[in-house]
């Protein structure tokens, strides 16, 4: 049975091959309308929101630090919760495999766009988080939200925020799953040479467990993998860094002039650079995909704009510090070469070359922490949106065995070629769907970011939301009562 399945979803299948083509056309001849689109909104938004990414850094820490779990958060989500599961969810294998991908198809130049889209992208973040606060739902003893909510209750367009619900339950709560499987069980077998079907078993199990929990759940644990696994990793990195000080100034060199070298730009790799550092930079920091503002409407606070800006920092920490900690590792490690094969071996490869055969061990079980954890995070995502297309309770279980379970255990077994291309076809799909309902509700956005403001400088330390700000959405928003 498992050998008639991985024939089926092997990389020369029909199914793959058909799959290529629509990422061709979406990523390809596509392209360029979408990263005009993304980079449109990454300037408007740091323009209207005067750089908000820039200028509030310290009120993002601020808020962050004071909303970690003391005890007294069993009934609801807190701030620094949501930003755990959220980070869970970037900091994935588009960090790990993902960036290493990017290097070894567009080149070192491929680091600096996803830098640009980080820095650029953290204000889309602000924007879209912002907003599933403001038109989140209460569920239960805590809230919901997210795209298909506020485009519902924001612009009062149904079948578009049905077609996103149904966009992101498939991209995030069974795709994306199945790469994160696929990845955690390739470095299993490649440091310990572990059977993947033994690895997509084992993985099954324990995501049921947690994803039949609940948000509640899914944030508890996620609250306590995130900080281990981030510190832990840039730690690392910091070493190794500290190992090759002496190589730093020409790795940076070097990510530059892949950027916009003029050999590389007459070779076409520019291009490519720009293309492979912008799709694996959306795939990881996921601002303007509409992801994160589905767990950011579920946490508790007393004005939307602390949450969107606690969830603009977690673009920052997963491209500007997870991300180029991989990047770091492998142009420092003289791994690389150009036309080498990307994906986690990579990135395996490159560690051990550094600290020896303990590396591979290091990062594979970084990648189960890191997988593991986007995993149960993907799933809530998927369930924020089941509950948005139907509450009937036995439409979520199946969701439940389907996104913790089967496509779990797919993803195990299957070809990354298969899953990848998946993900990137419904990627660039609801990232489209998400920027232009954020773009026609982003000045709520900024209305709220000006009041914010404005009760700070009279001296409230915690701004308080009141509705009656926003008169002409004010019925649409039940959940500020």
């Known amino acids: 049975m498992i050998d008639n399945l991985l024939e089926y979803l092997s990389a020369e299948s029909a ?129 919901i939200g997210g795209p298909a909510y506020y485009i519902l209750h924001g612009m009062h367009n149904k079948w578009m925020a049905a077609l996103f619900a149904v966009l992101i339950t498939l991209t995030f709560g069974l795709s994306y799953n199945s790469i994160q499987s696929n990845t955690i069980a390739e470095a299993m077998h490649s440091a310990f040479n572990f059977d ?20 509640h759940r899914i944030a508890r644990v996620s609250s306590v993998l995130v900080p281990v696994m981030a510190i832990g990793y840039f730690l690392l990195a910091l070493v190794i860094l500290v190992m090759n000080y002496e190589r730093i100034p020409d790795m940076f060199a070097l990510i530059v002039d892949n950027a916009f070298g003029i050999k590389q730009a007459a070779g076409g790799m520019v291009g490519v650079a720009m293309r492979e550092g912008i799709k694996r930079g959306l795939f990881s920091n996921e601002a303007g995909e509409g992801s994160a503002p589905n767990v950011a409407a579920a946490a508790t606070v007393s004005h939307p704009v602390k949450q969107g800006l606690i969830q603009s920092l977690g673009v920052f920490t997963d491209t500007l510090l997870v991300c180029s900690c991989t990047a ?36 594979a079980i970084a990648i189960l922490f890191f997988a593991f954890s986007s995993i149960i995070g993907n799933y ?11 509450r009937k309770r036995w439409v979520l279980e199946v969701f439940r065995i389907l996104s913790g379970g089967v496509m779990v255990m797919l993803g195990a077994v299957a070809s990354l070629g298969l899953v990848w291309n998946f993900g990137e076809v419904c990627m660039a799909l609801i990232t489209l769907c998400n920027l232009i ?22 001296g409230n330390k915690s701004p308080v939301f009141n509705k009656s700000i926003l008169p002409e959405v004010k019925k649409d928003l039940d959940a500020w009562d």
């Open 15 to 143: 199914l793959n091959k058909y799959l290529e083509q629509i990422n061709d056309f979406l990523w390809g001849w596509n392209f360029h309308s979408i990263v005009i689109v993304l980079i449109f909104c990454g300037i408007y938004f740091t323009i209207k929101t005067r750089f908000v990414q820039f200028r509030m850094i310290g009120e993002m820490f601020r808020l962050l630090c004071e909303s970690i779990p003391n005890g007294d958060s069993k009934h609801h989500v807190s701030s620094f919760q949501a930003f755990a599961v959220s980070v869970a969810t970037r900091v994935g294998t588009g960090n790990l495999a993902g960036v290493s991908g990017a290097i070894a198809v567009g080149g070192p130049g491929a680091v600096f766009w996803m830098w640009l889209i980080a820095l650029i992208g953290a204000a889309t973040a602000f924007v879209e988080s912002t907003l599933a606060q403001l038109f989140k739902r209460r569920n239960g003893e805590s809230f």
């Open 196 to 215: 993947p079907v033994i690895v997509g078993v084992v993985l099954t199990v324990i995501s049921l467990v947690i994803v039949f929990g609940g948000i």
């Open 328 to 363: 770091f590792i492998i142009l420092l490690s003289g791994i690389y070469q150009p036309g080498c094969d990307g994906g986690i071996v990579l990135t395996q490869s490159a560690l051990e070359s550094q600290i020896g055969a303990s590396g591979k061990i290091f990062l």
């Open 380 to 390: 809530y995502y998927g369930e924020a949106n089941i509950l948005f297309l139907t």
């Open 437 to 458: 309902a954020i773009l026609f509700l982003g000045k709520y956005a900024f209305r709220l970011l000006k009041d914010y403001r404005a009760q700070k400088r009279k």
